[in-house]
């Protein structure tokens, strides 16, 4: 029996992309990794695995984390195409194995797998998903690249200093790192006193971003680190 998804159809260019939300379970099912170079298959356009990345993101998962950002995916079974309703908007699909390439998020994909295998209900979980049928080397590749060319990390500074609207735990390391790093930057008898680069602050100002005060601290104020001796 096929899987039926709600889906909104777009195209980008002259590529048909179908748009839904589908189980982790689903999309583990169907998906694989084509790494360019190690397979000669149309679509063939991805990275070998890194599996400290997915060690990373398996612990991520665990920890109660979420997906907001799409996953792509190329159907190649032409053996079973997906059929869609336009009346409807609804996409059907059989789960079969070797189905779909992955096209962007093979290591989030595989962490997922992992963690699975330790809570199994994240199976049931929805991720957003962005398919497209039978594309070609060439057309899988503009997209790859499309995704990959541009593509910057975010600043840590940003991401400790936003760490507290989204933990509000005062012990967490993070956050009691962000509190020093505050009060050095604040105090004006602190011998860092102004030194520290926080998010939004004018150019010129800072001379140590809060990421590196930050990322020197952290591990010291976990719960077995250096200072918890001290106490």
């Given at each position: 029996m096929d899987s039926q998804y709600k889906c909104l159809v777009t195209h980008f260019g002259g590529t048909q992309v179908y748009t839904f939300s589908m189980r982790v379970s689903d999309i583990i099912a169907i998906s694989y990794v084509a790494a360019r170079g190690k397979s000669n298959e149309d679509g063939a356009v991805q990275r070998i695995l890194n599996t400290r990345r997915v060690t990373d993101i398996k612990n991520f998962v665990l920890e109660g984390n979420e997906f907001f950002n799409t996953f792509i995916i190329n159907w190649t079974n032409t053996d079973i195409l997906p059929g869609f309703d336009p009346a409807t908007g609804i996409l059907s699909i059989k789960i079969k194995p070797l189905s779909a390439q992955i096209l962007d998020g093979q290591h989030?994909?595989?962490?997922?797998?992992?963690?699975?295998?330790?809570?199994?209900?994240?199976?049931?979980?929805?991720?957003l998903v962005s398919m497209c049928i039978g594309l070609s080397t060439k057309e899988a590749a503009q997209i790859f690249l499309n995704i990959n060319t541009e593509q910057k990390p975010v600043p840590k500074s940003l991401i400790f200093d936003l760490f507290g609207e989204v933990v509000n735990d005062q012990?967490?390391?993070?956050?009691?790192?962000?509190?020093?790093?505050?009060?050095?930057?604040?105090?004006?008898?602190?011998?860092?006193?102004?030194y520290i680069k926080f998010p939004g602050s004018p150019r010129g100002q800072g001379l140590i971003d809060l990421s590196t005060v930050v990322s020197s601290l952290k591990d010291s104020l976990k719960p077995d680190g250096i200072f918890s001796t001290l106490i």
């Open positions: 989030r994909i595989k962490g997922l797998e992992a963690a699975i295998t330790e809570k199994p209900d994240i199976g049931q979980r929805q991720i012990e967490h390391a993070i956050n009691r790192s962000k509190d020093i790093a505050t009060e050095l930057n604040e105090n004006p008898e602190s011998p860092y006193y102004r």
